[in-house]
């Protein structure tokens, strides 16, 4: 499993940290950003949903459910992998984005 932290584009992995709640507060805590947390995964990535969404102030959605209140209520802003393209995707398709993008 590898993260993206979008903002500042470095990798951030979790190859070894399973798929429970204590090792995702385990990676929470050792990647050491602040929270309210949001976290975006596929939709089928439902192991590290369940593994994070009971952590406190974490709140796990997919690419299409993540709105602009949730990115503004985040300190930080986690993106799984396979979920990061969908993320750029959707940010691109605003004003200014190529025509494809935004269909």
Same mark, same amino acid.
């Given at each position: 499993?590898?993260?993206?932290?979008?903002i500042v584009e470095q990798p951030v992995t979790c190859e070894d940290c399973g798929l429970t709640f204590k090792s995702a507060a385990a990676f929470v805590e050792a990647w050491g950003q602040e929270r309210p947390l949001v976290l975006v %995964?596929?939709?089928?990535e439902d192991a590290i949903a369940k593994s994070f969404r009971n952590l406190q102030r974490v709140? @796990?959605?997919?690419? /299409?459910? $993540?709105?602009?209140?949730? %990115? @503004?209520?985040?300190? /930080? $802003?986690? %993106? /799984?992998?396979?979920?990061?393209?969908?993320v750029q995707?959707?940010?691109?398709?605003?004003?200014g984005a190529p025509k494809e993008a935004a269909e």
């Open positions: 499993m590898t993260f993206t932290e979008s %995964v596929k939709n089928d709140a @796990v959605v997919a690419p /299409s459910e $993540l709105e602009v209140a949730a %990115v @503004v209520w985040a300190r /930080s $802003l986690l %993106v /799984s992998q396979a979920a990061l393209a969908d995707a959707r940010a691109g398709a605003g004003k």
